[in-house]
């Protein structure tokens, strides 16, 4: 979830480039209609922050109230510490700070879905 059409597609063309399947969507209530839908087949949500509609928090609390096992990898411009704060004793939650390079945000994909699921917290 992106809201900013350059990045997104960026990220889009890079995860299928390297075999991913994805879902994408141009904010956080169009994300938060295609987990619902998709949910049994995501691995993994990756969401921005600043979205319109809703951003990354309310996308992870929308995620946590069907899932606590689905991982969550936030991108953010913003100071992650703070952000960390609110997501705090969540082991299937990440971040990642844009602007993110490739190798980063492959890296961070790839460490999220090769780590054990957390079973809660």
């Avoid at 350059?6 to 390297?18: D, F, G, N, P, W």
């Avoid at 953010?76 to 190798?103: C, E, M």
């Amino acid at each position: 979830m992106e809201d900013d059409p350059t990045l997104r597609a960026v990220a889009e063309r890079l995860l299928r480039k390297v075999g991913y399947r994805l879902v994408a969507a141009a904010d956080g209530v169009e994300g938060m209609e295609a987990y619902q839908l998709h949910r049994s087949e995501i691995a993994l949500v990756i969401t921005d922050v600043v979205m319109p509609k809703a951003g990354g928090f309310d996308v992870y609390d929308a995620v946590r109230r069907i899932s606590r096992m689905t991982k969550v990898l936030i991108t953010t411009g913003y100071a992650a510490p703070t952000h960390r704060k609110l997501v705090s004793g969540d082991a299937n939650v990440a971040f990642v700070t844009k602007p993110w390079t490739v190798s980063e945000l492959l890296m961070r994909v790839r460490a999220m879905l090769d780590t054990p699921t957390a079973a809660g917290f």
